[in-house]
């Protein structure tokens, strides 16, 4: 299994940008997907989850800005990022609890994609 990252930039100050996270391999069932960021000198942090149930939870400091959404058919996960600010900066990492025949239930990594954000 292996999760691809895509759509991060340069943008300035109250630009948007839309993050995708694709799912590939051999999957049996993909449960909560999530995007986590990580700031120059700053531990990673949870950004927003959403559940296979469509269920969603954001960081405060991203409410109200940020869309986490999926698409199942397509093992895709979305971040749609709107009204950004230079803290938003951080390189995006998308994370999902996926189960297959050989291991089980997993938590996997994508590689990372960069947000920067000119004031």
């Known amino acids: 299994v292996q999760l691809q990252a895509s759509g991060g930039g340069l943008v300035q100050a109250g630009e948007s940008l839309r993050l995708s996270c694709a799912a590939s391999g051999s999957m049996l069932n993909i449960y909560d997907m999530l995007w986590y960021r990580q700031a120059p000198g700053k531990r990673r942090e949870l950004v927003a989850t959403?559940?296979?149930?469509?269920?969603?939870n954001y960081a405060d400091s991203v409410k109200g800005r940020f869309t986490i959404s999926r698409d199942n058919s397509k093992g895709t996960v979305y971040l749609q990022m709107i009204n950004l600010k230079p803290e938003d900066t951080a390189v995006y990492y998308c994370?999902?609890?996926?189960?297959?025949?050989?291991?089980?239930?997993?938590?996997?990594w994508g590689q990372g994609t960069l947000v920067t954000v000119s004031s």
């Open positions: 959403i559940t296979s149930g469509d269920n969603t």
């Open positions: 994370n999902a609890r996926i189960r297959t025949a050989d291991a089980g239930t997993l938590p996997y």
